[in-house]
């Protein structure tokens, strides 16, 4: 297994500086939310540092880790290359760093889009993205209250929140953020039929 200190300094040498501040702060802040939400801190933190791992690659050699790895993009990622750098880090973590933690592998991958499914540690390191100590957008407070609320609320305002800002800077949508909110919400719009006695 390879040693936190060596991923730490692969990570330093790959990400700008102020990416790799944002590593460490999502690494504490999914640690927090294990120990809130009964997941394993180690692995949270594990996945938390390693998320962004290719986030500072370029085109280009995120191309080429594509082809070596065998990544083919769908026909979302391929109009949207901000999704790329999630597939390609888990294909990294994998390949180059020998990480043989399928959960672990998962929550790295599934980090940008989130997805219909998914596991304690896929949802603490999404989320933990979301708020970590770095996070200043506006509407940030909210989340990390609804966050702070419970996991289910904590996906549910932030897989809205994903797709107002995707609709609003007019990109494409993944299916996969797609599924998260409607996953989210199903459990949501149940509740609130049960509270006001409907039964459809
Ligand atoms: O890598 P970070 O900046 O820490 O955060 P991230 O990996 O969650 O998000 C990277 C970008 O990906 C961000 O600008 C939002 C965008 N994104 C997330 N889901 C989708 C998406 N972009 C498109 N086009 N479609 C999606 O479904
Ligand atoms: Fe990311
Ligand atoms: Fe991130």
């Keep these: 297994m390879i040693e936190i200190s060596e991923i730490k300094k692969i990570l330093n040498s790959k990400l700008t ?4 501040a944002h590593t460490l702060c999502v ?15 180690e692995k949270a933190r594990l996945a938390g540092l390693l998320h962004d791992i290719c986030k500072s690659d370029n085109r280009d050699s995120l191309l080429q880790m594509m082809r070596e790895f065998g990544i083919i993009p769908d026909n979302v990622e391929e109009y949207a290359e901000k999704l790329w750098h999630a597939r ?14 399928e959960d672990v592998l998962s929550a790295v991958r599934y980090h940008t889009t989130a997805r219909a499914g998914m596991s304690l540690l896929e949802k603490i390191v999404f989320l ?12 940030v407070q909210e989340i990390r209250t609804a966050v702070y609320a419970g996991l289910d609320s904590g996906m549910r305002v932030a897989a809205a929140f994903s797709m107002r800002e995707l609709i609003k800077k007019q990109r494409l949508i993944h299916p996969n953020t797609v599924a998260a909110y409607n996953e989210a919400m199903r459990e949501w719009v149940t509740v609130n039929r049960l509270r006001s006695g409907k039964s459809i």
């Design 128 to 139: 933990a993205d979301y708020i970590s100590a770095d996070r200043d957008y506006e509407g």
């Design 17 to 20: 500086s102020e990416r790799y």
């Design 88 to 101: 390609v880090g888990a294909a990294f973590c994998r390949q180059r760093l020998g990480i043989e933690d």
């Design 27 to 41: 690494a504490e802040e999914a640690a927090v939310l294990a120990k809130r939400y009964g997941a394993d801190k």
